[in-house]
């Protein structure tokens, strides 16, 4: 584990897909090994550094998450332990830690995403129309202020290399039913309440966050992919927080902060990344999992 891995193999298992982060393999019919690798996205391009320890921090914040929010939602973890996958122990070795067997489930084609902070895309939508994402705010809000309350604010889920775009309620509702439409905002606010009340008392803020979910064979809600990780959240220390101003955080807005810096039009290939901006990445994902869960 202490070498970063940039690409898995395993040999015995079918791939079916590489996204951003995670690679996927065929387990049966039914199930999927998903092995979160340490590559790192910045502007929805892969960057060429990997990030050591990542993955293993985020299998382990979403093994967390998931376990402390199924009362509110089923999620996609499976019973089935690695050794049963991948019984020779030096395929299994590299995955340790990173590799987790879930359902086999078709995603519902948003992302759900909550907002609880006036930040990122968010703060430069209230600036020109005093709305985000359609949703009328009240005046005079100010950067990184906390929202009345949590908004959904769905987008659609691109193609590797391409943008996500933010979409309206009515226009989930056309896509997957008003019902399943609600159930699924209703059930994103819940996890993002949930989540941040138990992460501001160990002096995180979660600023935003970003779920996905499928539909299983009875029509039932069920969590998938990741889960209230640096990768799909916005974390602050509460701490450093202040209105006014963005925020220090724990997750990726730091690359993406040292990228802005460079003369690169956010399209591959991307540029590489100094060890010291590898390194500082690195410690801030390991102290998420820290405050969160107690990890190394």
């Known amino acids: 584990m202490n070498e970063p891995l940039f690409e898995s193999a395993v040999p015995s298992l079918p791939l079916v897909g590489r996204g951003k982060v ?14 979160t690798t340490d590559r790192l996205s910045a502007f929805d391009v892969v960057l060429p550094d990997p990030i050591p320890g990542k993955g ?22 499976a019973a089935i332990p690695l050794e049963a996958v991948l019984p020779d122990p030096a395929e299994r070795a590299p995955i340790e830690g990173r590799g987790l067997v879930v359902r086999r489930l078709e995603p519902l ?33 100010r950067q ?17 290399g391409a943008h996500d775009e933010n979409i309206s309620f009515d226009e989930v509702a056309r ?8 159930r699924l905002r209703d059930t994103a606010i819940r996890l993002y309440n949930e989540a941040a009340g138990y992460a501001r008392a160990r002096g995180i803020i979660i600023a935003d966050t970003k779920f996905e979910l499928a539909l299983d064979g009875r029509g039932d809600l069920v969590l998938i992919d990741e889960a209230l990780t640096p990768d799909s959240s916005r974390f602050w220390p509460a701490d450093g927080y202040a209105i006014g101003r963005s925020p220090p955080s724990f997750d990726k807005q730091f690359v993406r902060d040292y990228l802005e810096t460079l003369d690169w039009n956010k399209k591959p290939p991307a540029p590489r990344l100094p060890p010291e901006i590898i390194e500082k990445t690195a410690e801030k994902y390991r102290e998420a999992e820290r405050r969160l869960v107690g990890g190394g």
């Not at 990184?144 to 590797?160: C, D, M, Q």
């Open 56 to 77: 293993a921090v985020l299998t382990a914040l979403s093994r967390f998450w998931f376990g402390r929010t199924e009362g509110l939602v089923a999620n996609h973890l």
């Open 22 to 35: 995670r690679d996927m393999y065929a387990v049966g019919e039914d199930h999927l090994l998903i092995v």
């Open 109 to 141: 084609p948003v992302e759900a995403i909550v907002r609880g902070y006036l930040i990122g895309s968010g703060w430069k939508d209230y600036q020109k129309a005093g709305a985000v994402c359609g949703i009328e705010l009240p005046a005079g809000l």
């Open 144 to 160: 990184a202020e906390r929202l009345p309350a949590p908004i959904f604010t769905p987008s659609t889920k691109a193609e590797i």
């Open 175 to 182: 896509l997957i039913g008003r019902g399943v439409a609600e």
